[in-house]
């Protein structure tokens, strides 16, 4: 089936520093979703992105679509403890369905 | 208003057993998602029920079934059960529909808190 690829796989930051993690799709992917899933809890969506070059901000959350719709980005500036968390993506292709298919995940630990 | 609740919390089973898991959807929602995520990965697409039938199906085998019922809760039901099939089962729910079916739009999924399965 297909796969996105998600890196890093683990990122140890202090706080204040950034963040950033990726997701990269050979082909074009028709969307993508940002979840964050805090240790021992479920994930929970952050933010949908739909159009080629997209960029939507939460906070100290930027999220970004490739042009190509091959790729998305994360970045969180002026890390907080209250980032720590596995960052999935998830996308869906067009010729896939409509099938949500998740990237493995990013670690992100924060220290104080 | 509730969000999305699934029951048991934890569940023990053995090889070969069968298990059936229940989740019910936020209020308001029609769609419900079934992923398993494995210790340190990412929520595995399982299967999508929408208006009492599976709409979607994940890699899995048909050892996986499900359910939905008029009132939009779901069970997930496997048997003969695998150890490799331990893991926390994520139901989620979303509005369905239509709009669902378009490629370039997917609605906001709401996962419930999980059940945590172990096979031994």
């Known amino acids: 089936g297909q796969q996105v690829m998600q890196i890093p796989q683990y990122q140890h930051v202090q706080e204040g520093e950034d963040f950033t993690t990726y997701c990269n799709s050979s082909?074009?992917?028709?969307?993508i979703q940002w979840y964050k899933q805090r240790p021992g809890g479920h994930p929970v969506f952050l933010i949908q992105l739909v159009k080629s070059g997209e960029v939507k901000k939460q906070k100290r959350l930027t999220f970004q679509f490739g042009e190509a719709k091959k790729n998305s980005s994360l970045h969180i500036t002026a890390t907080q403890t209250t980032d720590v968390g596995t960052y999935f993506c998830a996308v869906t292709w067009r010729e896939y369905g409509n099938k949500l298919v998740f990237g493995a995940g990013t670690i992100l630990r924060v220290k104080s | 208003d509730a969000g999305v609740t699934q029951s048991p919390t934890h569940l023990i089973k053995t090889r070969g057993q069968q298990v059936t898991l229940r989740c019910s959807p936020k209020?308001?929602?029609?769609?419900v998602s079934w992923y398993q995520q494995a210790l340190g990965q990412g929520p595995q697409f399982i299967f999508q029920?929408?208006?009492?039938?599976?709409?979607q199906r994940g890699n899995f085998p048909d050892r996986f079934s499900g359910h939905q019922f008029p009132n939009y809760s779901s069970e997930l039901n496997v048997n003969a059960l695998l150890l490799g099939d331990s893991a926390l089962y994520l139901c989620?729910?979303?509005?369905?529909?239509?709009?669902?079916?378009?490629?370039?739009?997917?609605?906001?999924?709401?996962f419930g808190p999980g059940t945590r399965l172990t096979v031994l």
């Open positions: 029920y929408y208006e009492e039938e599976e709409r």
């Open positions: 082909t074009t992917l028709s969307n």
């Open positions: 989620a729910s979303s509005l369905g529909g239509a709009a669902t079916t378009a490629v370039s739009s997917y609605n906001e999924q709401f």
């Open positions: 209020s308001g929602h029609d769609t």
